[in-house]
């Protein structure tokens, strides 16, 4: 494994070194501004099988295909085949959201590997925000298969040292480009099934969606057996310690039990808390998404302070629920699912 930095928006020669390795067929994780993504070839399936190889990532489940530039997306996406809605959906969308955290379900181009898709005739694809994935994607073979640099169904990696921590060597290349600035996945929004669909929230609310193309249902696919998106499971983005999620008020009517942490929305709330059983918590135990409440800050820092709560050697992490609008349906998606046991786990 080598680790290069990439916190420059220019070409050097350590991106040309990772989009060489992409090319030869290895795995390079890489910085995104949502999070960092475990990348191979688009086009190459011994490549493809050994991302869900090393994430222990069920065939079932579809990857998203990352590309640097419009121009790429004829080659990954048959956009001929959208209906007449979906063709101006996709204008609008590409014009107002790329580059950025949206992922956009297409009919997929056959030069596509059915394993990159789960055998889907669509394929997810999204142009990101963050420079230095552009330049690596551009580099290698224009296209880039990327899930999150992670075990599958273990916490997202918002930093370079949570790919390090949970990968290591089972990946050829990591690129360190500092802490990601989203910190939530992508917003999936799929284009093929008449109306649009949100299929899982994510860096792009489902409010600035409606005002730009009108109605977006929301279909988590909760208890999907065959997902059309990445991020559909019901148990998905958890932490090794045992986690449960709570409303505001019970959060704050729950006494501490000894040996929790627990991760508060705000600082009112934490306050709140504290105030009222006053609890001899060790160092460490306490942590707060966003001091003022403000969303954009919550979800850029939720992986990263469940990481730190993770390593803190608690008997459970107690989450509170976020409000129910902008950036917080991402985030209470993200939570819920990491508070669903799995099958074989203990609650």
Same mark, same amino acid.
């Given at each position: ?70 121009? +790429? /997306? %004829?080659?990954?996406? #048959?956009? !001929?085949?959208?209906? =007449?809605? &979906? ?7 590409? *014009? ?120 977006? +249902? /929301? %279909?988590?696919?909760? #208890?999907? !057996?065959?997902?059309? =998106?990445? &991020? ?7 932490? *090794? ?107």
């Amino acid at each position: 494994m080598k680790i290069f930095s990439v916190c420059t928006d220019e070409i050097t020669g350590e991106i040309k070194a990772a989009a060489e390795a992409i090319r030869a067929g290895l795995l390079v994780a890489f910085p995104t501004e949502t999070v960092y993504g475990l990348g191979a070839d688009c086009f190459n399936p011994p490549a493809l099988a050994r991302v869900f190889e090393v994430k222990g990532r069920p065939r079932f489940d579809p990857l998203i295909v990352h590309i640097a530039d419009l121009d +790429a /997306l %004829d080659r990954v996406a #048959d956009i !001929a085949l959208l209906d =007449s809605q &979906g063709r101006r959906h996709l204008k609008l969308l590409v *014009r107002r959201f790329w580059p950025g955290p949206l992922t956009l379900i297409l009919p997929k181009r056959a030069a596509v590997p059915d394993l990159a898709t789960s055998g889907l005739p669509t394929v997810a694809v999204r142009l990101p925000a963050h420079p230095g994935a552009r330049n690596l994607i551009r580099l290698s073979t224009g296209a880039v298969a990327a899930p999150s640099a992670n075990p599958f169904g273990c916490l997202s990696p918002t930093r370079a040292e949570h790919v390090r921590n949970q990968l290591g060597d089972r990946v050829d290349y990591i690129l360190d480009g500092g802490p990601c600035t989203v910190g939530v996945e992508s917003t999936v929004l799929d284009l093929c099934a008449g109306e649009p669909r949100i299929l899982r929230p994510g860096g792009v609310s489902r409010e600035d969606l409606e005002a730009l193309i009108g109605p977006a +249902a /929301l %279909d988590g696919g909760k #208890d999907a !057996a065959h997902p059309r =998106s990445p &991020g559909q499971l019901k148990s998905h983005y958890a932490p *090794r310690t045992a986690l449960s999620v709570h409303l505001r008020d019970e959060m704050i009517a729950l006494a501490y039990e000894a040996g929790e942490a627990r991760l508060f929305f705000d600082a009112p709330s934490r306050d709140a808390w504290l105030e009222t059983f006053r609890p001899p918590i060790p160092e460490g135990r306490v942590s707060v998404l966003s001091e003022t409440g403000n969303l954009a800050e919550a979800a850029a820092r939720l992986f990263e302070l469940l990481h730190e709560l993770d390593g803190q050697g608690a008997s459970r992490i107690r989450a509170e629920l976020v409000p129910d609008a902008g950036l917080g349906p991402a985030i209470n998606d993200r939570l819920a699912r990491a508070a669903a046991l799995p099958a074989g786990r203990q609650p």
